[in-house]
């Protein structure tokens, strides 16, 4: 049986949205990295912009990207039936399902936004 085609994927980062809690990450990243908690952002972003070779891979990428915070997420796809995940989590989004694709603890484990960017296309091919 063959898999459907991802139409997208869903980035959902273990930070909540807003102005507040922007600068609370961005403090938190240059005073104590060591207990941050969202792998995925320091993956994707310095300490106040996206890396370049993460905004490259993404402009160049011919899969649709959606980028969420934990809040927003929760807000726009919470339901009694939705699997209870961990964050940050990159999710598949096919015509029919959502289904995992880089799991919080993959996502952990990754060292290099490098590594990040070779999963996710190894993964896609």
Known sequence: MSRDPVKKLLFVYNADSGLMNELFDAAHK???PATYQCRLCELT????REKTIWKNFRKESNISMEFLHKDEFLAQY???FMP???FPIVLEITDYEMEQFLRTKEINNLQTTEELIGEIQQ???
């Open 30 to 32: 240059v005073l104590n």
């Open 45 to 48: 972003f310095g300490n106040f």
């Open 78 to 80: 919470s339901s009694k």
């Open 84 to 86: 209870k995940y961990t």
């Open 123 to 125: 993964r896609l091919a």
